[in-house]
């Protein structure tokens, strides 16, 4: 007679604690296969890399530790989901399956739908939990924040304290991190891992880095150090929203009157980021095809058919002429994160100056990205390429940006080696200078450092008056008015047919 089991299965939630899935299998009274299926075909996707795996796979090891200290190992498999859990359905009756929901991708989707129709066919219970701020099957978006808040009031789901182990199941080996299955050479370095270093990361923002938290948040190199830099263990589950956001209220609770103004401001700030994290995830769960389709309907079509290969290859490895711009590029691609900031610029500067589509741009920068997070990816792409309907348009001038947040160019001279030599006079726009003045500065524009692909103006110019037309279309309003019904932020209800300032499109040009 096969041994009768309950599997929890982990998907982007690393982490034993807060964990509703695992801590109900633990009460169960049978025994518990945790399981972390690797699935080949999920990183052959366009936005899966490395990278992303270097960090999972601290997760994991840690996990595991965790699980043994339980009881039970985690059991590591590679495979397709259903073909795994079928293979343990051959030794095991299996009575229930616990899970998080996952808000992801469309080819996690289409897994997970997968796997609940074979758990009805094999008659195997499937139990999903919430995760972090989402609600599922939302009727209303006027109602989500209340749902989320509640949420994140309530207590921590406590941590099991023992699991029941499985007689003869082979735990599996944690893959490699320079297993080729997860695709090619990290450029760079990825952000440790971990439950450890997520607590050390939380506690040291939340006693000392956090103090200069919204006067270092936009700068690239100061925000790498004051920014909380919790946003990978996020992601991939080494921490849930929830406790951070009650560490940041017990914090709050402890700070001392001489403190209590610069810190409270602090705090506030970033707890209103948490839920603004929450939000973009809610997005993808209310509009799945927001993951490759605008959100208003009548941007599709508008920059596809003029893609730029060459405009892609220069923006990606940081090659556009432009100093700052460069810079940020590959400061993001050597260390897998940036400000978020910089991001937006990044994003935006592909989007009108090299007019590309969001949908091939964010595939490079989802490689890129330790922390890539789909919900937050995808809106956030089609806000800073203006095709939401819903968003004023923001873009960014890369020459006031790199004289506001680098005015003295040593970031700049730090990512982009080639304009050590450039006076800080001309480090933000060197094809400016004499062709004596860049052989006394050993770059040669063209030959040591390329010339702008654009000119900044003239490529403004042209992107403002291509949207124009499409604003102007008929309907055009009316469809933006949906799109906000459905996926536009608010506290409070809003009546249907009323306009908003959120859906009253202009454009914007940043500094």
Known sequence: ??????????????????????????????????????????????????????FINDCLVELNDECIALGQALVIRVGEVTRVFAEILENFDIHTVFAHEETGNAWTFERDKSVIKWCRIHQVNLKEFPNNGVVRKLSNRDDW????????????????????????????????????????????????????????????????????????????????????????????????????????????????????????RNLSAFNSRLSWRCH????????????????????????????????????SEGRTGYPFIDACMRNLVHDGWITFRMRAMLVSFASYHLWLDWRKTGYHLARVFTDYEPGIHYS????????TGINTLRIYNPIKQSQEHDPSGDYIKKWVPELSDVSETWIHEPWLMTKELQKKSNCVI??????????????????RAKIGVIRRLKGFKEQADKVYEKLGSRKRPTTKKKSTSNSSVQLRLLD
């Not at 769960?285 to 003029?306: L, N, T």
């Open 446 to 463: 063209g030959q040591d450092y390329p010339a702008p692909l654009v000119d900044h103006s003239s490529a403004i110019k042209e992107a």
């Open 1 to 54: 007679m096969k041994q009768k089991v309950n599997i929890v299965w982990f998907k982007r939630d690393l982490r034993v604690h807060d964990h509703a899935p695992i801590f109900e299998a633990s009460l169960s009274g049978l025994p518990v296969i945790p399981i972390y299926v690797v699935e080949p075909d999920y990183w052959a996707q366009p936005f899966a890399s490395r990278r992303h795996w270097c």
């Open 145 to 264: 924040s209340k749902f989320r808040n509640m949420r994140m009031a309530s207590p921590l789901v406590p941590t099991p304290k023992k699991l029941i182990p499985v007689e003869a199941l082979p735990a599996g080996i944690v893959p490699e991190k320079d297993d080729t299955l997860f695709g090619s050479k990290v450029p760079g370095i990825t952000q440790k891992g971990g439950r450890v270093a997520a607590l050390e990361t939380l506690n040291s923002f939340l006693v000392e880095r956090g103090r200069e938290y919204l006067y270092r948040l936009s700068a690239p190199g100061p925000s790498e150090k004051y920014c909380s830099r919790l946003s990978s263990h996020l992601t991939w589950g080494s921490l849930s929203v929830r406790e951070v956001v009650h560490a940041v209220k017990h914090r709050r609770g402890s700070i001392l009157d001489g403190e209590a103004k610069s810190w409270r």
């Open 280 to 315: 973009f995830n809610q997005k993808l769960e209310d509009q799945p095809s927001i993951e490759y389709q605008c959100m208003h309907p009548a941007f599709e079509g508008m920059r596809e058919q003029q893609f730029n290969e060459i405009y892609f290859k220069a923006w």
């Open 380 to 387: 956030q792409l089609q806000m800073q390429s203006g095709v």
